[in-house]
């Protein structure tokens, strides 16, 4: 299989129409793309935040019931670092700065997973071929899940909308000790191949995994002992990679997005802003709460379209991207509430399990 071909957006007097609204509402707010000092102090805040506990579950032993909530609240944290920080400086729209953003986007590294791995998988893949089953890494949880109607049926995934909870906060595990390896040794991110690694890419990748392991296993199982620190271990990450995986298929896996199967001749039957658009949906729009949260990863549509913008000028433009969808009659998919997404993702499941 090769990678398929997008229509010529050159064409596509949307996407030009899009672009220049959206250029024009920067240039008319005299504002940079990238972050702010709103977003450099939530940076800031919870990094300290994470330090700050992790210092006091590691040297000063606090009672168990105090450990375990500090354990769920680094779990937490984990997600919202990754969110806030490490999205924006992976896209290069934390900061003006490449070099902030490198350190934002490296940051993923001391919460386990590989910076460059993402890069590969996330930035390159999943942002070009968005729910394109056998490409987009994203939607490859086989055979325990099936998330499309091309991928093959077995007949425990009756049940996937059921027991998907159970697996969910086993993501960022599996991500730390083995989905990072895999692509590091086959080379590739599912059938596209990962850019040739310097020899600083494989020190960082290696010195990176090393320090995780110190600092998250090797000082708190010397610290703690081994079963204090498996307990708080496995609710830190449990609670991280559940926190993660419901946002991350919010976005892509409910009732209304689009799993675009590629014609005879290897072409996609859109141009790519309107696949991004098909493929992508919002949810809890209107909660500041949930936006601050998720780095404003509840305004996926706007992410797809504009990566390299950061989150926080996603409620801005939306207004303007969603009113040009109007006019193109192109269908602009939002959840008012985000249990109305968590439904919906459920329901999509049980529908794949059941088609």
């Not at 590989?114 to 968005?130: E, F, Q």
């Not at 590739?188 to 310097?198: A, D, E, F, Q, T």
């Not at 600083?200 to 990748?205: I, K, L, P, T, V």
Request: positive net charge; hydrophobic residues 45%.
């Amino acid at each position: 299989m090769i990678t398929p071909k997008f229509r010529n957006q050159q064409s596509s007097s949307f996407h030009q129409e899009l672009k220049k609204r959206v250029q024009d509402y920067f240039a008319e707010k005299n504002l940079q793309t990238t972050g702010d000092f709103s977003l450099y102090f939530k940076a800031v805040l919870l990094w300290s935040a994470y330090v700050a506990l992790y210092v006091n579950v590691v040297f000063f032993t606090p009672l168990p019931w105090i450990g375990v909530v500090e354990c769920l609240m680094m779990g937490g944290l984990t997600a919202a670092i990754g969110f806030n920080v490490m999205h924006d400086g992976g896209h290069g729209s934390f900061s003006s700065s490449k070099f902030w953003n490198k350190i934002a986007a490296f940051s993923v590294n001391a919460l386990g997973a590989s910076a460059l791995m993402w890069n590969n998988k996330h930035n390159i893949v999943h942002h070009t071929y968005t729910n394109i089953d056998g490409i987009d890494d994203d939607i490859e949880i086989k055979p325990m899940l099936r998330m499309c109607s091309t991928q093959k049926k077995y007949f425990i995934h009756r049940f996937q909308h059921i027991y998907v909870w159970l697996l969910y906060p086993l993501l960022l595990i599996v991500w730390v000790f083995a989905s990072d390896y895999t692509k590091y040794f086959r080379k590739r991110v599912g059938i596209v191949p990962i850019k040739k690694l310097s020899r600083f890419d494989h020190f960082a990748f290696w010195i990176a995994k090393i320090g995780y392991y110190f600092m998250m296993i090797g000082l708190p199982i010397y610290k703690l002992g081994f079963v204090n620190w498996l307990v708080g271990f496995l609710i830190i990450t449990m609670v991280a990679g559940l926190v993660l995986s419901i946002v991350f298929q919010l976005a892509h896996t409910v009732e209304e997005t689009t799993f675009p199967v590629p014609a005879d001749n290897n072409d996609i039957e859109n141009e790519w802003a309107i696949h991004q658009i098909q493929t992508t949906a919002n949810f809890a729009t209107k909660s500041k709460l949930i936006s601050w949260l998720v780095g404003g990863l509840n305004f996926q549509i706007e992410h797809h379209l504009f990566p390299k913008i950061s989150h926080i000028h996603y409620p801005a433009i939306s207004k303007i991207i969603k009113n040009t969808c109007d006019e193109f009659d192109i269908k602009y998919i939002e959840f008012k509430r985000m249990r109305d997404a968590i439904l919906s993702h459920s329901m999509h499941l049980k529908r794949m399990g059941n088609a």
